[in-house]
């Protein structure tokens, strides 16, 4: 059997181009000749990797000699057609008859001087004819190891000047100057491109600056004209640093930044259906028409099973101006919990309307069948903020807008700045009223469900509802949890005292036939988070149900419907104490109490360490008391004695 050679080894042993070689291959005829062709399987490439090689016994015997030349060991070297230019390949096998003697013998000579100056053909079909030296400088680099045909510069790769050969044969300044100011020229080019500054004004500021340089280094030539000549900097030095744009893209437009920064690669194998959800919200880009006749678009609510990629949707729509609430995610959530099972696991983004999903946590923690992975603490993911690329939610949406909603009249587009016009000046017109658009997007999502991906997808051709049948047919089943399930699981356990056989929630009454026959002060109410109540669940202490309660009724005075209701109301509570009664043995407490009192022994006093009596005979002091009040004549005659007196005193001191 001869050696396979691919479309490389192919154009390179016959020396041309690897398309026209690969085509050659395809045909499976080259120059009039059948070739033996054969596909195999690589490791990349196109066609999910299929790669074609030939026979060299296919092969023109002219080419297979050369192969055959170029695989013969010649001194200590054995070289392969792989890897060699087609100029070193047919080099080799022109020399091939001389290179096989030793260097400087006889034999050589004399092969080198008969191929001297006869006529051939090059490997590009030219004739040529090759002087005695030239061959024997060829053969000579054969024997180094080098390859044979023309060569590159020995200095190549290599800096022949430090900014531009105007500008070194100019100035007069030594290596070392000559380096500091390039390497400040470099620095000034990266600063300006960080800066954000464009390639033409980094070029022309990057002049500038090395003109100043220059002068500020001491070179002032008479004319000026001959230094800005000079000092044009070669574009090269410029698009060298564009990397540092890099800066500026990071710090002013982090998006695009972040839509080219580093990522991982995510696969589906392994994964079963509902294990990943992922949810999110869209604007459908097709404008419908309010009651009042404004213009508005609708809200998509959709969840993605990430490894089956199905898709469930929702659509909101706003008479007046609104945004989405937790309670329409909720209800869009529970109907497909409802069709599809309960997810293990939860992917939302950050958005208010996703607040809900915490809620969820501990009912997906008992949908975890088997371990996949590290575990986790919770079952729901919030994604970073701003990375949309990361949620294969976002590149649906966007094919669903592009492949389907925009085949739909009224479609706008995503740039609401500038939207679709069927005529300058006049924007498309609308689809119509909510109701008849949401029949449409159904569709258009049940299509896509329906429809077979690419084979490069991660379904490998499947359409997503194929993708799910797969999973039935090796035993898969969802996790069932009903609709009302779900609106029950978004709720908070609060506090309340039952008052004559009712509580308030929200500012209402609510009542039921379990909570007025209820004996305890206190029950604990699920009350939703987000939803407007119809219904309640009641818990008692140990979390166990009670009952439903119902927003209490009220009734008019005059109506015997209300009197009758109280009859069942406290039929019911004193049937609930009757029970209490015959669930309890009677005691008599009185008793009870009594008897323990009279069981008590009685406590003796000690001797008292004094007396106290009334009785003034056993007094040991006497006790001052108090006079008695005077009359008020007898008051006021003493106060007149005592000021006469004090008037004689007077006179007799002054004499």
Wanted: glycine share 8%; proline share 5%; hydrophobic share 40%.
């Amino acid at each position: 059997m001869g050696e396979w050679l691919s479309t490389v080894e192919f154009a390179a042993l016959v020396g041309i181009r690897r398309q026209v070689a690969h085509r050659a291959l395809v045909l499976r005829r080259w120059r009039k000749t059948a070739l033996e062709v054969r596909k195999v399987k690589g490791r990349r490439g196109g066609n999910d990797g299929e790669q074609y090689q030939v026979n060299s016994t296919s092969l023109p015997l002219e080419y297979q000699h050369r192969l055959k030349a170029s695989q013969t060991p010649v001194g200590n070297q054995s070289k392969s057609i792989t890897g060699r230019t087609a100029e070193n390949a047919w080099g080799l096998d022109y020399l091939g008859p001389a290179v096989q003697y030793a260097a400087k013998s006889t034999a050589r000579a004399a092969v080198l001087a008969e191929l001297a100056g006869k006529p051939t053909r090059n490997w590009e079909g030219r004739a040529v004819s090759y002087c005695l030296r030239t061959l024997q400088r060829h053969a000579a680099r054969f024997n180094e190891g080098m390859k044979v045909g023309r060569h590159g510069r020995s200095d190549k790769g290599k800096k022949r000047f430090i900014i531009s050969r105007k500008w070194d044969k100019l100035v007069p300044f030594d290596t070392s100057t000559r380096t500091k100011i390039a390497g400040d020229l470099k620095q000034e080019i990266r600063g300006l491109l960080k800066g954000g500054m464009s390639w033409g004004h980094t070029l022309k500021e990057a002049e500038k600056f090395l003109i100043d340089a220059t002068r500020a280094w001491g070179f002032r030539p008479g004319d000026p004209n001959v230094l800005e000549r000079a000092c044009s900097v070669p574009p090269e030095l410029v698009s060298a640093e564009l990397h540092f744009r890099n800066v500026h893209r990071f710090k002013r437009d982090h998006k695009a930044y972040d839509d080219r920064r580093p990522r991982i690669r995510r696969t589906l194998a392994g994964m079963q259906p509902m294990e990943l959800v992922v949810g999110d919200v869209h604007p459908v880009d097709i404008h419908l028409t309010r009651p009042d006749g404004t213009l508005a678009t609708a809200r998509l609510i959709g969840f993605l099973d990430w490894a089956t990629q199905r898709l469930w949707i929702g659509l909101i729509f706003f008479e007046k101006r609104g945004g989405v609430q937790n309670c329409d995610v909720i209800e869009v959530l529970a109907s497909m919990i409802e069709a599809w099972g309960m997810p293990q696991s939860l992917y939302v983004d950050n958005g208010a309307e996703f607040g809900f999903a915490a809620f969820l946590d501990d009912a997906m923690q008992l949908t975890v069948q088997s371990f996949h992975g590290p575990s986790r603490s919770t079952r729901v993911i919030n994604a970073l903020p701003y990375n949309a690329s990361a949620k294969p939610i976002e590149r649906l949406f966007g094919d669903l807008e592009t492949r389907y909603f925009s085949t739909a009249r009224g479609h706008i587009g995503g740039n609401r700045m500038n939207k679709k016009q069927e005529a300058i000046g006049r924007t498309v017109a609308p689809f119509g009223a909510f109701e008849d658009v949401v029949p449409a997007i159904e569709g258009f999502v049940r299509t896509y469900n329906h429809t077979a991906q690419g084979k490069k997808s991660a379904l490998k051709g499947l359409s997503p509802q194929a993708a799910y049948r797969e999973h039935l047919e090796v035993g898969w089943a969802p996790t069932a949890v009903s609709r009302d399930e779900v609106r029950a699981a978004c709720a908070r356990t609060e506090e309340r005292s039952v008052i004559q056989g009712a509580i308030s929630v929200g500012g209402r009454h609510w009542t039921c036939p379990e909570l007025q026959a209820y004996q305890y002060e206190k029950v604990w109410v699920r009350v939703p988070a987000y939803h407007t109540p119809a219904e309640l669940l009641l818990l008692d202490r140990h979390g166990e149900r009670v009952g439903i309660a119902f927003p209490d009724v009220e009734f008019h005075p005059l109506d015997k419907r209300g009197a009758k209701t109280a009859a069942e109301r406290a039929r019911a509570h004193r049937q609930a104490v009757r029970d209490l009664d015959r669930s309890a043995p009677d005691i008599d407490v009185a008793a009870r109490l009594i008897a323990r009192g009279q069981a008590q022994p009685d406590t003796v006093p000690n001797e008292p360490v004094g007396v106290v009596s009334y009785d003034p005979a056993k007094r040991q002091a006497r006790i001052v008391m108090p006079k008695r009040p005077l009359p008020a004549d007898e008051c006021r005659s003493e106060q007149d004695e005592r000021i006469a007196a004090q008037m004689d005193l007077a006179k007799r001191i002054v004499g």
